[in-house]
């Protein structure tokens, strides 16, 4: 990928093989996405447009922009030699990428629009902050819910399934069900419910579903019980866990 092509708004028209981008980047709840340039320019522009106290109504001078493009094109092209240098496919965390924009910024002399910028950043974390959801433990006591961890634990039960299950669109439908207040139990029901909910796409999902009621309700009595006798009754599944888990499966359906 170039940094021109990096820097164009997203076509509607679907990429072809060779334009999909070969950098993907990590969000803070751990979800991964392709690399997209021109978010980064637009960050910058509403940073430099900040600093010239420009209204929305106002276009950003010509010169402005062009500093725009001589930022950006320096973050994307460092963006870009990441994947160069073989990291291709590995998640960079938007916090790098945020913390090059403010480098580039000051080696640029724009010390000003590096202070909005990181204004910028301090806004969108204090609204994150704000915006956390908290759950309530079986003992009573309330904690924040840990997104990256929950999709940490999602992308586990999703390993060795195949490419046609992935653990992004659970973690979407798993967070759009939870509330403030919720709790340890339901965010294990609501993280089953997402599995179930793709089992018509995808049947690998049940088994999604049961690693999710095993290992998202902790040191659950019944999953690890179950577990336990599986492996003393039939000791040759402990090297097969596909078949273990179609067993907890077929076990969890008849409950």
């Known amino acids: 990928m170039s940094v021109s092509s990096a820097l164009t708004p997203t076509s509607p028209t679907p990429p072809t093989d060779a334009a999909v981008p070969t950098l993907i980047i990590q969000k803070r709840d751990g979800a991964l996405a392709p690399f997209d340039g021109e978010r980064i320019r637009v960050a910058i522009e509403k940073a430099f447009r900040a600093e010239l106290r420009l209204d929305s109504n106002t276009a950003t001078p010509p010169d ?141 999902y049940s088994f999604v579903a049961a690693f999710c009621f095993r290992r998202l309700s902790g040191a659950l009595f019944l999953g690890l019980r179950l577990e336990r006798l599986i492996k003393s009754t039939f000791p040759f599944m402990s090297s097969k866990p596909s078949m273990r888990n179609s067993w907890i499966q077929l076990f969890l359906r008849t409950i």
């Open 64 to 204: 402005t922009s062009s500093k725009v493009s001589a930022v950006a094109e320096r973050v994307v092209s460092w963006c870009l030699g990441l994947s160069e240098a073989g990291n291709a496919g590995v998640g960079l965390q938007v916090e790098r990428v945020q913390d090059e924009v403010e480098r580039v910024l000051m080696e640029s002399g724009e010390y000003k629009v590096a202070r909005r910028y990181v204004l910028y950043r301090e806004q969108h974390s204090e609204r994150r902050r704000a915006s956390l959801l908290r759950y309530v433990r079986a003992d009573g006591t309330e904690d924040d819910i840990d997104q990256q961890a929950l999709h940490a634990i999602l992308r586990e039960a999703c390993l060795d399934l195949g490419s046609e299950v992935s653990a992004d669109p659970l973690l979407q439908a798993t967070v759009a069900s939870l509330y403030n207040g919720i709790t340890e139990a339901e965010i294990t029901q609501a993280s089953i419910l997402a599995a179930r909910g793709l089992i018509e796409i995808e049947p690998a």
